[in-house]
T-cell receptor
Framework: DTAVSQTPKYLVTQMGNDKSIKCEQN?????MYWYKQDSKKFLKIMFS???????INETVPNRFSPKSPDKAHLNLHINSLELGDSAVYFC????????????FGAGSRLTVL | SQQGEEDPQALSIQEGENATMNCSYK?????LQWYRQNSGRGLVHLIL?????REKHSGRLRVTLDTSKKSSSLLITASRAADTASYFC??????????FGTGTSLTVIP
C-alpha cells in the first residue's frame, strides 16, 4: 500500500545505455514530478506533469524523456547515459493547486559506469 | 535561481539540545515547506507555513517566516538521536512548483 512507488531502487549500467525508471502513485494526486538529487544532496526539479500534461521542464537534456500514460504513472526514460547522470532520482506527487505538499517515493539510485 | 539555500550545511548537537537551521530564498512565495530525509530514503513533509504567517508550531518543531528578508528558520526542540537526518526547505510560488536547496545535515549525538 505504498503511496508513491518507484522501480528499480538500484540501477547500475554502462555509459551509452538506455534505461527507464517507473513511478506509480495511489494517492489520487493529479500532479507528479521527477527530481534529481546529486552527490551533494542538491535536489533539483526535472519535470512536472499535471493530469498527463507536461507543465515543468527545467532545462533537462533531451536525453531525458518523461512519459505519463495516465495520471497515476510518470516514467522516466534516459537515453545514451552519461557519467554525470549518476544520481538518485525521486518521483513525487501532489494535489494540483493550493497549499499542497509533496509525497516522495523512496528514490532510484542510478550509477553509470 | 529559485532554489532555497539552507544554512548551516551541517550541524552536530547533543541529545536534548535545540537545533536551528535557516533557509533563504530569492523569489516571492505562496508558502514555504520543510522536509526531512533520512539516509537512503525519500523526503517526508514536516511542516508548511503560508506567506501570510509568521510562525507555526507542530510538536517539537517551530518554523518562522520573514518574507521581507526572504528567510525561514526551523527549530527542533529537545532533540533526539532519531532526529538525525537532512532537512530541506522548499519554496512554492505557484501551487505546484517546489524548489529545494542542498539541505542541512543534522547529527544528534546520544
Amino acid at each position: 500500500d505504498t503511496a508513491v512507488s518507484q522501480t528499480p531502487k538500484y540501477l547500475v549500467t554502462q555509459m551509452g545505455n538506455d534505461k527507464s525508471i517507473k513511478c506509480e502513485q495511489n494517492l489520487g494526486h493529479d500532479t507528479m514530478y521527477w527530481y534529481k538529487q546529486d552527490s551533494k544532496k542538491f535536489l533539483k526539479i526535472m519535470f512536472s506533469y499535471n493530469n498527463k500534461e507536461l507543465i515543468i521542464n527545467e532545462t533537462v537534456p533531451n536525453r531525458f524523456s518523461p512519459k505519463s500514460p495516465d495520471k497515476a504513472h510518470l516514467n522516466l526514460h534516459i537515453n545514451s547515459l552519461e557519467l554525470g547522470d549518476s544520481a538518485v532520482y525521486f518521483c513525487a506527487s501532489s494535489l494540483p493547486s493550493g497549499a499542497n505538499v509533496l509525497t516522495f517515493g523512496a528514490g532510484s539510485r542510478l550509477t553509470v559506469l | 535561481s529559485q532554489q532555497g539555500e539552507e544554512d548551516p550545511q551541517a550541524l552536530s548537537i547533543q541529545e536534548g539540545e535545540n537545533a536551528t537551521m535557516n533557509c533563504s530564498y530569492k523569489t516571492s512565495i505562496n508558502n514555504l515547506q520543510w522536509y526531512r530525509q533520512n539516509s537512503g530514503r525519500g523526503l517526508v513533509h514536516l511542516i508548511l507555513i503560508r506567506s501570510n504567517e509568521r510562525e507555526k508550531h507542530s510538536g517539537r518543531l517551530r518554523v518562522t517566516l520573514d518574507t521581507s528578508k526572504k528567510s525561514s528558520s526551523l527549530l527542533i526542540t529537545a532533540s533526539r538521536a532519531a532526529d538525525t537526518a537532512s532537512y530541506f526547505c522548499a519554496t512554492d510560488s505557484t501551487g505546484n512548483q517546489f524548489y529545494f536547496g542542498t539541505g542541512t545535515s543534522l547529527t544528534v549525538i546520544p
